[in-house]
C-alpha cells in the first residue's frame, strides 16, 4: 500500500513539474513556422495523435495518452492520424482508414495495436488485414474492398502530406491546435507527452481569449 502512495504521489510530483514550468519552444514542444490546418468544428482545439500501429513505442504511449483522453474537455476534438513512410507504415495507415470507412476503426484500434505487439502478427498482408476485420462485423470481401478503396488510398495521400507539413521524422507525436509538436525526446518521457500537451492546450485557449 505504501509503494502504491509512493507511485501516485511521484506520478503527481511529475504533473505538477511539467504545469509549473514554462513551456519552451524548441524544448518541451516544437512550434511550427507554417500551422497545418485542423479539422474541427469552429472553437474546437485538435489534438492529433501520429502513430504507427508497428511502433513500440506509440504502443507504449497508448495507456497514458487514453488515460489523458479521458480528463479532455468538451472543446477539445481528438484526431489520430497513421504516420506514412513507405512500406508496412503505409499498408497500416491503408487499414486504419480502411477500418474507418468501415465504421469499425473505433473498436479495432486497441486490438490492431495488441494483435501486433502482444501476438506477434505483423498484419502487412492484405488477406491477413481482411480475416482480422472480419472479427468486427463485415465480411472478408467488404474488408478487402474497403483496403483497395480510392477513398482510402486518398486518406493515405492526405495523411502523408499532413505529415510532412508536420515536419514529422518520427512517431509517436502529439500536434496541438495544428502548431505545437509534441515528441517523446521534447517532452522527455512518453509518460510526459499528454501533460505537455495538456498545457498547450492551456496555452491555446488564452490565447483565444485575449
Known amino acids: ?17 511539467v504545469s509549473a514550468q514554462e513551456l519552451v519552444a524548441g524544448q518541451q514542444y516544437e512550434l ?22 508497428g511502433c513500440p513505442h506509440c504502443y507504449r504511449l497508448q495507456t ?17 492520424m497513421p504516420a506514412t513512410m513507405g512500406g508496412d507504415w503505409n499498408t497500416h495507415a491503408t ?3 480502411a477500418a474507418e470507412s468501415l465504421g469499425i476503426e473505433d473498436e479495432l484500434h486497441a486490438d490492431f495495436f495488441n494483435a501486433i505487439h502482444q501476438e506477434k502478427q505483423s498484419l502487412t498482408d492484405p488477406d491477413d488485414i481482411a ?11 467488404e474488408a478487402k ?4 478503396a480510392f477513398s482510402v488510398r486518398s486518406e493515405v495521400n492526405k495523411a502523408n502530406s499532413r505529415m510532412r507539413e508536420m515536419r514529422l521524422m518520427g512517431v509517436p507525436a502529439l500536434v496541438v ?25 492551456k496555452q491555446v485557449r488564452a490565447e483565444r481569449a485575449e
Request: aromatic share 12%; charged share 20%; no cysteine.
Open 95 to 97: 487499414a486504419f482508414y
Open 177 to 201: 491546435d495544428g502548431r505545437y509538436v509534441v515528441t517523446p525526446s521534447s517532452a522527455g518521457s512518453l509518460e510526459n507527452m499528454p501533460q505537455v500537451a495538456d498545457e498547450l492546450i
Open 1 to 17: 500500500m505504501f509503494k502504491t502512495l509512493m507511485v501516485a504521489m511521484a506520478g503527481l510530483g511529475l504533473s505538477a513539474a
Open 145 to 148: 474492398q474497403a483496403l483497395t
Open 64 to 80: 497514458p495518452v487514453n488515460e489523458w483522453y479521458e480528463t479532455l474537455d468538451d472543446d477539445v476534438s481528438v484526431v489520430h
Open 32 to 53: 511550427l513556422e507554417t500551422p497545418v490546418e485542423t479539422h474541427v468544428e469552429d472553437g474546437q482545439i485538435e489534438v492529433t495523435e501520429v502513430f504507427w500501429f
Open 131 to 141: 480475416e482480422f476485420f472480419a472479427n468486427y462485423g463485415v465480411s472478408e470481401e
